[in-house]
Protein backbone atom coordinates (compact mmCIF):
# COMPACT_ATOMS: atom_id res chain seq x y z
CA UNK A 1 0.00 0.00 0.00
CA UNK A 2 1.19 3.26 -1.11
CA UNK A 3 2.86 5.79 1.67
CA UNK A 4 0.12 8.47 2.60
CA UNK A 5 2.66 10.88 4.61
CA UNK A 6 6.06 11.76 4.27
CA UNK A 7 9.28 11.98 6.44
CA UNK A 8 9.96 15.66 7.88
CA UNK A 9 5.71 16.29 7.47
CA UNK A 10 3.87 18.09 10.31
CA UNK A 11 0.60 17.15 11.24
CA UNK A 12 -1.34 19.93 13.43
CA UNK A 13 -3.90 18.59 15.34
CA UNK A 14 -5.88 20.06 18.37
CA UNK A 15 -3.68 18.88 20.47
CA UNK A 16 0.04 19.92 19.64
CA UNK A 17 2.38 19.47 16.32
CA UNK A 18 3.84 15.94 15.13
CA UNK A 19 6.68 15.32 12.86
CA UNK A 20 7.35 12.60 11.09
CA UNK A 21 10.25 10.83 11.94
CA UNK A 22 10.23 7.50 10.11
CA UNK A 23 8.09 4.88 8.57
CA UNK A 24 7.12 1.50 10.58
CA UNK A 25 5.21 -0.32 8.02
CA UNK A 26 2.75 0.56 5.41
CA UNK A 27 1.07 3.98 6.56
CA UNK A 28 2.22 3.42 10.09
CA UNK A 29 4.93 6.14 11.05
CA UNK A 30 6.47 7.61 14.23
CA UNK A 31 6.45 10.81 14.77
CA UNK A 32 7.56 13.82 17.44
CA UNK A 33 5.40 16.11 19.41
CA UNK A 34 6.63 19.06 20.62
CA UNK A 35 7.58 17.79 23.77
CA UNK A 36 9.83 15.04 21.57
CA UNK A 37 7.51 12.59 23.46
CA UNK A 38 6.92 9.46 21.00
CA UNK A 39 3.92 9.00 19.33
CA UNK A 40 2.54 6.27 16.44
CA UNK A 41 0.62 8.13 13.16
CA UNK A 42 -1.25 5.89 11.08
CA UNK A 43 -2.52 7.36 8.18
CA UNK A 44 -5.02 5.79 5.35
CA UNK A 45 -7.62 6.12 3.46
CA UNK A 46 -9.30 2.78 4.15
CA UNK A 47 -12.25 1.87 6.14
CA UNK A 48 -9.98 -0.25 8.70
CA UNK A 49 -8.51 3.39 10.15
CA UNK A 50 -12.42 4.57 10.53
CA UNK A 51 -12.99 1.42 12.66
CA UNK A 52 -10.14 0.97 14.74
CA UNK A 53 -11.28 4.98 15.39
CA UNK A 54 -14.38 3.76 16.55
CA UNK A 55 -13.42 1.03 18.45
CA UNK A 56 -10.92 2.67 20.40
CA UNK A 57 -13.39 5.85 21.44
CA UNK A 58 -15.51 3.19 22.62
CA UNK A 59 -13.46 0.78 24.63
CA UNK A 60 -10.45 2.98 25.68
CA UNK A 61 -11.59 4.33 28.59
CA UNK A 62 -12.62 1.00 30.33
CA UNK A 63 -9.26 -0.56 30.58
CA UNK A 64 -5.64 1.01 30.58
CA UNK A 65 -4.47 -2.38 28.61
CA UNK A 66 -5.71 -1.18 24.79
CA UNK A 67 -3.26 0.80 23.41
CA UNK A 68 -5.08 4.54 22.92
CA UNK A 69 -6.05 6.68 20.58
CA UNK A 70 -3.96 10.06 21.36
CA UNK A 71 -6.22 12.30 18.97
CA UNK A 72 -7.28 12.44 15.33
CA UNK A 73 -5.32 14.70 12.23
CA UNK A 74 -8.37 16.65 11.14
CA UNK A 75 -6.86 18.34 8.10
CA UNK A 76 -8.27 18.72 4.46
CA UNK A 77 -4.58 17.87 3.22
CA UNK A 78 -4.11 15.25 4.78
CA UNK A 79 -5.27 11.38 4.60
CA UNK A 80 -7.34 10.59 7.37
CA UNK A 81 -4.75 9.88 10.40
CA UNK A 82 -4.79 8.34 14.09
CA UNK A 83 -2.42 9.70 16.53
CA UNK A 84 -1.69 6.51 19.21
CA UNK A 85 0.53 6.01 21.77
CA UNK A 86 3.66 5.28 21.37
CA UNK A 87 5.17 1.44 23.49
CA UNK A 88 8.94 0.97 23.48
CA UNK A 89 8.63 -2.83 21.81
CA UNK A 90 5.96 -5.70 21.24
CA UNK A 91 6.12 -8.96 22.87
CA UNK A 92 7.39 -11.17 20.06
CA UNK A 93 10.65 -9.00 20.02
CA UNK A 94 10.66 -8.93 23.48
CA UNK A 95 10.58 -12.46 23.94
CA UNK A 96 13.27 -12.98 20.91
CA UNK A 97 15.31 -10.79 22.62
CA UNK A 98 15.22 -12.24 26.14
CA UNK A 99 12.89 -15.51 27.04
CA UNK A 100 9.98 -14.01 28.92
CA UNK A 101 10.09 -15.57 32.29
CA UNK A 102 7.10 -17.51 33.93
CA UNK A 103 6.13 -14.18 35.78
CA UNK A 104 6.38 -12.50 33.20
CA UNK A 105 4.58 -14.89 30.79
CA UNK A 106 1.83 -14.27 33.50
CA UNK A 107 1.35 -10.60 33.44
CA UNK A 108 1.22 -9.88 29.66
CA UNK A 109 -1.76 -12.91 29.88
CA UNK A 110 -3.15 -11.11 32.44
CA UNK A 111 -3.32 -7.45 30.46
CA UNK A 112 -4.55 -9.35 27.29
CA UNK A 113 -7.19 -11.51 28.85
CA UNK A 114 -8.41 -8.07 30.67
CA UNK A 115 -8.52 -6.18 27.55
CA UNK A 116 -10.30 -9.10 26.20
CA UNK A 117 -12.82 -9.27 28.67
CA UNK A 118 -13.45 -5.60 28.44
CA UNK A 119 -14.37 -6.20 24.60
CA UNK A 120 -16.50 -9.24 25.09
CA UNK A 121 -18.84 -7.95 27.15
CA UNK A 122 -19.89 -6.17 24.57
CA UNK A 123 -19.64 -8.82 22.15
CA UNK A 124 -17.07 -8.05 20.00
CA UNK A 125 -13.97 -9.92 18.54
CA UNK A 126 -10.75 -8.61 18.31
CA UNK A 127 -9.73 -10.91 15.38
CA UNK A 128 -10.53 -9.83 12.17
CA UNK A 129 -10.14 -10.28 8.39
CA UNK A 130 -6.66 -9.45 9.11
CA UNK A 131 -5.53 -9.25 12.42
CA UNK A 132 -5.51 -11.43 15.62
CA UNK A 133 -4.45 -11.97 18.91
CA UNK A 134 -0.47 -12.84 18.11
CA UNK A 135 2.81 -10.98 20.31
CA UNK A 136 3.68 -8.51 17.62
CA UNK A 137 -0.34 -7.45 18.52
CA UNK A 138 0.46 -7.04 22.10
CA UNK A 139 2.71 -3.70 23.05
CA UNK A 140 5.06 -3.45 25.85
CA UNK A 141 6.77 -0.67 27.86
CA UNK A 142 9.79 -1.72 29.91
CA UNK A 143 11.04 -1.34 33.21
CA UNK A 144 13.34 -2.02 35.98
CA UNK A 145 11.42 -4.63 38.62
CA UNK A 146 11.26 -8.65 38.23
CA UNK A 147 9.18 -8.31 35.62
CA UNK A 148 10.53 -5.83 33.10
CA UNK A 149 7.25 -4.34 31.49
CA UNK A 150 5.61 -1.87 33.19
CA UNK A 151 2.85 -1.53 30.50
CA UNK A 152 1.21 -4.09 28.43
CA UNK A 153 -1.35 -2.82 25.48
CA UNK A 154 -3.59 -4.64 23.25
CA UNK A 155 -3.20 -3.19 19.63
CA UNK A 156 -4.74 -3.40 16.36
CA UNK A 157 -8.55 -3.18 16.12
CA UNK A 158 -9.12 -2.04 12.55
CA UNK A 159 -10.93 -5.25 11.56
CA UNK A 160 -12.52 -5.56 15.61
CA UNK A 161 -16.37 -6.66 14.52
CA UNK A 162 -19.11 -7.68 16.70
CA UNK A 163 -20.10 -11.29 16.86
CA UNK A 164 -23.16 -10.47 15.16
CA UNK A 165 -21.91 -9.33 12.00
CA UNK A 166 -21.83 -11.19 8.82
CA UNK A 167 -18.12 -11.66 8.90
CA UNK A 168 -18.44 -13.68 12.10
CA UNK A 169 -21.84 -15.31 10.74
CA UNK A 170 -20.49 -16.23 7.44
CA UNK A 171 -17.06 -17.63 9.13
CA UNK A 172 -15.18 -15.38 6.89
CA UNK A 173 -11.39 -15.94 6.99
CA UNK A 174 -9.68 -14.59 9.57
CA UNK A 175 -6.17 -13.65 10.78
CA UNK A 176 -3.05 -15.14 10.58
CA UNK A 177 -3.08 -19.29 10.03
CA UNK A 178 -0.90 -20.33 13.26
CA UNK A 179 -2.97 -18.18 15.11
CA UNK A 180 -6.42 -19.36 14.21
CA UNK A 181 -8.86 -21.08 16.04
CA UNK A 182 -10.32 -24.58 14.99
CA UNK A 183 -13.43 -23.45 13.97
CA UNK A 184 -11.83 -20.06 12.17
CA UNK A 185 -9.96 -22.43 9.98
CA UNK A 186 -12.73 -24.23 9.06
CA UNK A 187 -14.96 -21.03 7.89
CA UNK A 188 -17.81 -21.86 10.56
CA UNK A 189 -19.69 -19.57 12.41
CA UNK A 190 -16.56 -17.68 15.09
CA UNK A 191 -17.08 -15.54 18.04
CA UNK A 192 -15.08 -13.90 21.43
CA UNK A 193 -14.12 -17.93 21.58
CA UNK A 194 -12.07 -17.51 18.76
CA UNK A 195 -9.92 -14.96 20.57
CA UNK A 196 -9.07 -17.29 23.45
CA UNK A 197 -5.89 -18.71 22.24
CA UNK A 198 -2.32 -19.91 23.84
CA UNK A 199 1.19 -19.24 22.61
CA UNK A 200 3.59 -22.73 23.62
CA UNK A 201 7.14 -22.91 22.41
CA UNK A 202 10.49 -21.40 22.67
CA UNK A 203 11.26 -20.13 19.51
CA UNK A 204 8.29 -21.88 17.65
CA UNK A 205 4.82 -21.97 17.31
CA UNK A 206 3.15 -25.17 18.14
CA UNK A 207 1.11 -25.32 14.94
CA UNK A 208 3.24 -24.23 11.88
CA UNK A 209 2.89 -26.80 9.67
CA UNK A 210 6.13 -27.84 7.85
CA UNK A 211 5.17 -26.38 4.74
CA UNK A 212 5.26 -22.76 2.91
CA UNK A 213 2.35 -20.63 3.67
CA UNK A 214 1.31 -20.69 0.14
CA UNK A 215 1.16 -24.28 0.15
CA UNK A 216 -2.02 -26.17 -0.76
CA UNK A 217 -2.07 -28.15 2.30
CA UNK A 218 -0.76 -25.57 4.35
CA UNK A 219 -4.26 -25.22 6.40
CA UNK A 220 -5.37 -28.62 6.48
CA UNK A 221 -1.86 -29.06 8.01
CA UNK A 222 -2.52 -26.48 10.89
CA UNK A 223 -5.83 -28.58 11.76
CA UNK A 224 -3.58 -31.81 12.07
CA UNK A 225 -1.66 -30.47 14.79
CA UNK A 226 -4.88 -29.09 16.27
CA UNK A 227 -5.75 -32.78 16.30
CA UNK A 228 -2.51 -34.02 16.95
CA UNK A 229 -1.84 -31.74 20.49
CA UNK A 230 -4.81 -30.96 21.41
CA UNK A 231 -7.20 -33.45 19.81
CA UNK A 232 -9.15 -35.85 18.80
CA UNK A 233 -11.68 -33.17 17.83
CA UNK A 234 -14.87 -33.95 19.81
CA UNK A 235 -18.20 -35.58 18.38
CA UNK A 236 -19.51 -32.52 19.47
CA UNK A 237 -18.75 -30.73 16.51
CA UNK A 238 -21.76 -32.36 15.31
CA UNK A 239 -23.58 -30.15 16.58
CA UNK A 240 -21.90 -26.84 15.03
CA UNK A 241 -20.58 -28.28 12.17
CA UNK A 242 -21.87 -29.52 8.87
CA UNK A 243 -21.09 -32.88 6.63
CA UNK A 244 -18.74 -31.07 4.12
CA UNK A 245 -16.59 -29.37 7.56
CA UNK A 246 -17.20 -32.88 9.42
CA UNK A 247 -15.73 -35.16 7.26
CA UNK A 248 -12.73 -32.58 7.18
CA UNK A 249 -12.37 -33.46 10.62
CA UNK A 250 -12.90 -37.35 9.88
CA UNK A 251 -10.32 -37.05 7.01
CA UNK A 252 -7.95 -35.01 9.74
CA UNK A 253 -8.52 -37.46 12.00
CA UNK A 254 -7.75 -40.09 9.92
CA UNK A 255 -4.78 -39.21 8.32
CA UNK A 256 -2.74 -38.53 11.37
CA UNK A 257 -0.88 -42.11 12.35
CA UNK A 258 -1.00 -42.93 15.98
CA UNK A 259 3.31 -42.04 15.95
CA UNK A 260 2.53 -38.42 15.15
CA UNK A 261 0.17 -37.63 17.91
CA UNK A 262 1.65 -35.46 20.12
CA UNK A 263 -0.80 -34.96 23.32
CA UNK A 264 -0.10 -31.99 25.19
CA UNK A 265 -1.35 -33.70 28.09
CA UNK A 266 1.25 -36.13 28.52
CA UNK A 267 3.79 -33.21 28.14
CA UNK A 268 6.83 -33.59 30.80
CA UNK A 269 7.67 -31.22 33.70
CA UNK A 270 10.88 -30.71 31.88
CA UNK A 271 9.21 -28.81 28.86
CA UNK A 272 6.57 -27.33 30.80
CA UNK A 273 5.53 -27.40 34.57
CA UNK A 274 2.12 -28.90 36.00
CA UNK A 275 0.18 -25.93 36.98
CA UNK A 276 1.18 -24.16 33.51
CA UNK A 277 -0.11 -27.35 31.43
CA UNK A 278 -3.28 -27.51 33.37
CA UNK A 279 -4.00 -23.83 32.46
CA UNK A 280 -3.24 -24.43 28.88
CA UNK A 281 -5.60 -27.46 28.34
CA UNK A 282 -8.10 -25.27 30.20
CA UNK A 283 -8.28 -23.03 27.68
CA UNK A 284 -7.30 -24.81 24.42
CA UNK A 285 -10.40 -26.65 24.00
CA UNK A 286 -11.28 -27.43 20.37
CA UNK A 287 -14.37 -27.06 20.93
CA UNK A 288 -14.94 -23.11 21.12
CA UNK A 289 -18.09 -23.79 23.63
CA UNK A 290 -16.11 -25.45 25.74
CA UNK A 291 -13.30 -22.81 26.04
CA UNK A 292 -13.75 -20.55 29.17
CA UNK A 293 -14.13 -16.67 28.90
CA UNK A 294 -12.03 -14.26 29.07
CA UNK A 295 -13.75 -13.31 32.66
CA UNK A 296 -13.18 -16.69 33.69
CA UNK A 297 -9.52 -16.59 32.78
CA UNK A 298 -8.86 -14.17 34.30
CA UNK A 299 -10.43 -15.45 37.73
CA UNK A 300 -8.51 -18.33 37.43
CA UNK A 301 -5.84 -19.18 39.99
CA UNK A 302 -3.16 -19.54 37.51
CA UNK A 303 -2.66 -15.86 37.15
CA UNK A 304 -2.14 -15.27 41.15
CA UNK A 305 0.32 -18.03 41.63
CA UNK A 306 4.06 -17.20 41.10
Excluded at 151 to 165: E, R, W
Excluded at 198 to 214: Q, R, S
Excluded at 244 to 252: G, S, Y
Aim: glycine share 4%; net charge negative; aromatic share 8%.
Amino acid sequence: MAATIFLGQVLKGRRGLYTVTKQLQDCVWLAINEHQEKVVAKSVRHFRLQNERDILLRFQNRTPCIRPLVEEIEDSTTPPTLILRYLDDDALRASSKQRLTRPEVKYVAKKVLEALSVLHDDGFVHTGTDVDIKPSNVLVNYGHSNVRFTDVQLADFGSTVHMGSLHAQHGDPIGTPIFRSPEAHLQMQWGTATDICLLYGDGFHIFKPDVPADHDEYDVKILMKHHRCFGPFPESYEEIADQQRLAVLVWVMQNSPRETLRPFHLTTSQEICKEDKEFVLRAMKLDPRDRPSARQLLDDGWLHQF
